[in-house]
C-alpha cells in the first residue's frame, strides 16, 4: 500500500482524485485534506493566501493519521504565485510540518517536464494573462524554456470545475505551439482525470493536468512506479525518474 496525502484548496474538481485512484487499479490510496481559503478567485493575493504556511499546516495531522508516505499541496497557483524560491520555501516548510516529503503542483510540473525529457512547453492556462504569465516565469526559473503562454481569462475555480472536455479541449487547441514538446495545463480546480490521452491524441504531443501531476509527484516522493497509461504518457514511462539517484532537497522529515 503506498498512502499520497493531498492538500485541496477548497472545493472544486476534488473529485479527479478518487478517480484516479481507481485508474491507478493498484494498492495506492490519495486521502484528501480540504484547505480554507477565502474567496474563489484567482488573483495573486488571494492565490497567496491560499497557501498560507498554517492554512497547509492544518490538514498535515490528519494526513499523516492516513498514513501518507508524502504529502502534496495540489494547488498549481498557490505555490506558483510566491515565485521559484517561495515555491520551494512553501514545500520545504511543509515537508517539516509533516515529517514527510512535500512537494506541490508547480514544483511538479517541472519535475514532470524533466521525466518526459523535455526543454520546451507551451501553457494553455484557464487562468487570466496576469497570472498565466507567472507560472511562465516560475517554469523558466525552472530551467523550463516556454514557447507560448495562453490565458483563459477564467478567474474563479468554481468556473474552471464547471468546464466540459469540449472548453478542455479548445484551451490545449488553442495554447499548442509547433516547437512545443509537451502541453502544460496548470489547474487544479479543472476536470481532466478521465481524457488525459484524448487530449494528447488531439495536439499529438504529452499534456500534463493539475490534478495528473499532484498524484504522479506524491508517488515519485514516495519511491513508487506505477504503469497507469489511462492517464497520459507520464504515468507510461518505466524508466527511474531523472536524478533518483540524487538527494531529494524537499524531503525534511523531524
Given at each position: 500500500?503506498?498512502?499520497?496525502?493531498?492538500?485541496?484548496?477548497?472545493?472544486?474538481?476534488?473529485?479527479?482524485?478518487?478517480?484516479?485512484?481507481?485508474?491507478l487499479d493498484?494498492?495506492?490510496?490519495?486521502?484528501?485534506?480540504?484547505t480554507d481559503i477565502d474567496e474563489d478567485v484567482?488573483?495573486?493575493?488571494?492565490?497567496?493566501?491560499?497557501?498560507?504556511?498554517?492554512?497547509?499546516?492544518?490538514?498535515?495531522?490528519?494526513?499523516?493519521?492516513?498514513?501518507?508516505?508524502?504529502?502534496?499541496?495540489?494547488?498549481?497557483?498557490?505555490?506558483?504565485?510566491?515565485?521559484?524560491?517561495?515555491?520551494h520555501d512553501q514545500a520545504a516548510g511543509l515537508a517539516r510540518a509533516a515529517g514527510l516529503p512535500a512537494s506541490s503542483t508547480s514544483i511538479a510540473f517541472?519535475?514532470?517536464?524533466?521525466?518526459?525529457?523535455?526543454s520546451r512547453v507551451s501553457v494553455a492556462a484557464t487562468y487570466s494573462d496576469d497570472v498565466a504569465a507567472l507560472f511562465a516565469g516560475f517554469l523558466?526559473?525552472?530551467?523550463?524554456?516556454?514557447?507560448?503562454?495562453?490565458?483563459?481569462?477564467?478567474?474563479?475555480?468554481?468556473?474552471?470545475?464547471a468546464a466540459d472536455p469540449d472548453l478542455v479541449k479548445e484551451l490545449i487547441v488553442a495554447g499548442d505551439h509547433p516547437d512545443a514538446q509537451v502541453i502544460l495545463l496548470p489547474d487544479n480546480a479543472l476536470h481532466t482525470a478521465a481524457y488525459v490521452p484524448e487530449l494528447e491524441e488531439l495536439v499529438g504531443k504529452p499534456v500534463l493536468t493539475g490534478n495528473q501531476v499532484a498524484v504522479w509527484e506524491g508517488l515519485r516522493l514516495a519511491e513508487r512506479r506505477i504503469w497507469a497509461p489511462t492517464l497520459g504518457t507520464l504515468f507510461a514511462t518505466r524508466e527511474p525518474p531523472l536524478g533518483a539517484a540524487e538527494p531529494r532537497g524537499l524531503e525534511v522529515r523531524e
Open positions: 500500500m503506498t498512502t499520497v496525502g493531498l492538500l485541496y484548496p477548497g472545493h472544486a474538481a476534488e473529485d479527479d482524485f478518487p478517480r484516479i485512484e481507481v485508474m493498484s494498492d495506492i490510496r490519495v486521502p484528501l485534506f480540504h484567482r488573483r495573486v493575493e488571494s492565490l497567496r493566501a491560499a497557501g498560507a504556511a498554517e492554512r497547509l499546516g492544518a490538514g498535515v495531522e490528519e494526513l499523516r493519521m492516513a498514513g501518507a508516505e508524502s504529502v502534496v499541496w495540489a494547488c498549481s497557483g498557490g505555490s506558483f504565485a510566491f515565485g521559484w524560491a517561495g515555491a517541472v519535475q514532470a517536464v524533466r521525466e518526459l525529457g523535455a523558466g526559473s525552472g530551467g523550463v524554456e516556454v514557447t507560448s503562454t495562453r490565458g483563459g481569462g477564467i478567474i474563479r475555480a468554481s468556473e474552471s470545475a
